[in-house]
């Protein structure tokens, strides 16, 4: 049997295939999804991989094998199968590695409106159905199996997108698009179809090899021919998708990148404007500019623990209107709660748009800080380092301490965050600080002890 502890993660399934799973485990996941659910029917949706189709039919034969009807809607970004779940309401499977490499594959599951599924809402009964099966074999089919048919939703996800943000009245852009040979070369089209923009497109053949750069535009080095095409076409601004296209990331009309948290409160403001005294909710990476913006446009932010399982719960149970990541993770209400990196990047246009100033003039007021970035070391032993780094600071004068997610210090100045990956021996650290020198100091002090 597969080991399914290395594929299944906290809120999705991911590995390599064939060697960790194939087409027979995603026949058996299919099946579960089906029994845990409890859903008469399903949508499903897959990314450009090669091996792609194959898994999701497989996933969706075991489905119709318990009875359940499957709609497939094929080649789809994450967010356009979020939109078929909540247009549906139906408990939705996507087939993508995301930004991982091409060798790799997975499903990122929701149930019936696009709501999560992570280990405590589902997944780890899954993954102890899927166990069960491997060592015992397979149920046997119910009498009567589902059915198993297509439907388009791609005009309909780009119309549904284009209703949330008014864009009738912008001066013409010119926008340079590299979707890295992933979904975003599929969705961006449509969703920019008669709008009053000149699209630069790079690297829109869905190929899921991957031959240009991978599709993670977090690793700066995957933005450099975006940021070259800017510079080069004097574009008014740069848009990079991941490999699922359910993040967007941003460069200015110099080729600088813009960073998501300051995104994030160009955003909420937009919102807050339409939902005056809204909640916001941002996770604990987010720039301080985050909250201080949700505060001067009259709303309330909302802090939590990093990933979008906690971010979608926190969203239904506030009502919020809106909340964001430091990863380019963007979550709207009027999207079932769910993220969609296309209507961040619509709401970006529409802002620029509808002023004069460049981008790089528009996002100053949303950018006020300097920050490190994420950095992650490789330790052997994560607890230890970070109880090592608590020691350090829990008697700083003026400092705060909390662990809502890792641990948090918080001065006057500049704050850190130190964060254990669930996946990989490594701890990750965040700094924030009100200069460049502050941050320097701070991630160099932090990191001397992790290292240690």
Request: hydrophobic fraction near 40%; glycine fraction near 10%.
């Amino acid at each position: 049997m597969a080991d399914l502890s290395q594929i299944v993660k906290a809120y999705d399934v991911r590995g390599v295939v064939p060697d960790q799973w194939d087409a027979s485990l995603a026949e058996l996941f299919g099946a579960a999804f089906a029994q845990v659910t409890g859903a008469t029917a399903i949508v499903t949706g897959h990314d450009m991989r090669p091996s792609s189709p194959g898994l999701s039919r497989a996933f969706a034969r075991g489905a119709a094998s318990r009875g359940v009807d499957v709609t497939e809607i094929g080649l789809c970004s994450t967010d356009e199968l979020y939109f078929a779940s909540g247009q549906l309401d139906l408990p939705g499977a996507m087939f993508t590695a995301s930004h991982n490499p091409a060798q790799y594959n997975g499903i990122k599951l929701c149930r019936a409106g696009a709501a999560p599924v992570g280990q405590d809402t589902g997944l780890a009964d899954i993954r102890a159905l899927v166990e069960q099966w491997s060592d015992t074999g397979a149920p046997e089919p119910v009498g009567t199996p589902g059915t198993i048919s297509r439907r388009d939703v791609l005009a309909d996800y780009a119309a549904h997108l284009r209703s949330l943000v008014d864009l009738g009245r912008i001066r013409p852009l010119k926008v340079v698009v590299d979707a890295g040979n992933g979904m975003g070369g599929h969705t961006v089209p449509s969703v920019l179809d008669g709008l009053p923009v000149d699209l630069v497109p790079m690297y829109f053949e869905l190929d899921g090899t991957f031959p240009h750069h991978e599709a993670n535009p977090l690793d700066p080095k995957n933005i450099v021919d975006l940021q070259a095409k800017v510079r080069e076409t004097q574009a008014d601004i740069g848009l990079a998708f991941d490999g699922d296209a359910d993040r967007c990331f941003v460069v200015d009309e110099r080729g600088e990148p813009v960073p998501p948290s300051a995104i994030t409160a160009l955003v909420a403001a937009r919102e807050l404007a339409k939902h005056p005294g809204g909640t916001i909710i941002h996770n604990l990476i987010t720039s301080w500019s985050v909250p201080e913006v949700v505060a001067e446009n009259g709303g309330r932010a909302v802090r939590t623990r990093v990933g979008h399982s906690f971010i979608k719960q926190e969203m239904a149970s506030s009502g919020a209107i809106f909340g964001g990541e430091h990863s380019a993770h963007y979550y709207f209400r009027d999207f079932w709660n769910a993220d969609t990196g296309m209507l961040a990047a619509l709401h970006v246009l529409a802002a620029l748009g509808g002023q004069p100033a460049p981008l790089s003039e528009l996002v100053r007021q949303y950018d006020r800080y300097a920050a490190s970035g994420e950095i992650n070391s490789t330790v052997a032993d994560q607890a230890g380092r970070a109880a090592a780094v608590r020691a350090a600071y829990e008697g700083l004068d003026g400092a705060e301490l909390d662990e809502l997610d890792g641990l948090t210090v918080t001065t006057a100045d500049w704050w850190f965050n130190l964060r254990a990956s669930n996946t990989e021996p490594l701890l990750r650290l965040n700094v924030e600080a009100r200069d460049e020198a502050t941050v320097a100091r701070v991630r160099d002090e932090v990191l001397a002890i992790v290292r240690a």
